[in-house]
């Protein structure tokens, strides 16, 4: 079964940018689908958007989708999420999570997750 | 736009019996999986497709599907079992995964 390992903290600026990767060990990779999923304080999860490597196209959430990219590196087995402009209200974990299937409409079933990384977004 | 609904918060009997349920139009059409987050903790599957758990999950979770709503179901509820609970599914109107707000599971 794949393992995913994340980036560390990261303290930023508002307006700024922010990379948080996600290194996949074990299992399938290319063929997987990997989300990227947000917890802010005080809030539920938020997905906000994946991609599937083999494909190379990503899908995001509405709400983001000026703001979020999401890549992925084959050779090295890692997914990258950037959130741009930067607001306070980005301040949350983040998450990368791996589908069971590597299916667009089966990418809600998300069953290794990342550790977390803790965004934190001030002035 | 497409959204499911969950009950804030539900509570239930040390040994009893609770259903967790998440509604949404999205479910009509797909199975909804579950998560549990604990404190400090990454979420976990702990329920997905018409009735199925990943390795490791005890059998006291169980699911349902009717309609437009999904149930998760905890018997002989345990103290370790308190945590938030997310269903999601597939939203094929906007082509993207949605997530219900939650419920906070408290174990009396």
């Known amino acids: 079964q794949v393992q995913l390992v994340q980036s560390g903290t990261a303290v930023k600026k508002p307006g700024s940018s922010v990379r948080v990767s996600c290194k996949a060990s074990?299992?399938?990779?290319?063929?997987?689908?990997i989300s990227w999923v947000r917890r802010a304080p005080g809030q539920g999860l938020e997905w906000m958007g994946a991609?599937?490597?083999?494909?190379?196209?990503?899908k995001y959430a509405q709400k983001l989708q000026d703001r979020v990219t999401i890549t992925a590196d084959e050779s090295t087995r890692t997914a990258y999420m950037e959130l741009s402009s930067l607001r306070s209200e980005d301040t949350a974990v983040y998450y990368c999570?791996?589908?069971?299937?590597?299916?667009?409409?089966?990418?809600?079933?998300?069953?290794?997750w990342g550790q977390g990384t803790t965004v934190s977004v001030s002035s | 736009s497409s959204e499911l609904t969950q009950d804030p918060a539900v509570s239930v009997a040390l040994g009893q019996t609770v259903r967790i349920t998440c509604q949404g139009d999205s479910l009509r059409s797909y199975y909804a999986s579950w998560y549990q987050q604990k404190p400090g903790q990454a979420p976990a599957l702990v329920l997905y497709?018409?009735?199925n758990r990943p390795s490791g999950i005890p059998d006291r979770f169980s699911g349902s599907s009717s309609g437009n709503t999904a149930s998760l179901t905890i018997t002989g509820t345990q103290a370790e079992d308190e945590a938030d609970y997310y269903c999601n599914s597939w939203d094929n109107i906007n082509n993207v995964v949605i997530f219900g707000g939650g419920t906070k599971l408290t174990v009396l």
């Open positions: 999570a791996s589908a069971i299937v590597g299916e667009w409409d089966l990418l809600n079933t998300m069953d290794v």
């Open positions: 991609i599937i490597p083999i494909l190379g196209t990503a």
């Open positions: 497709g018409k009735n």
């Open positions: 074990g299992g399938t990779f290319s063929t997987s689908g």
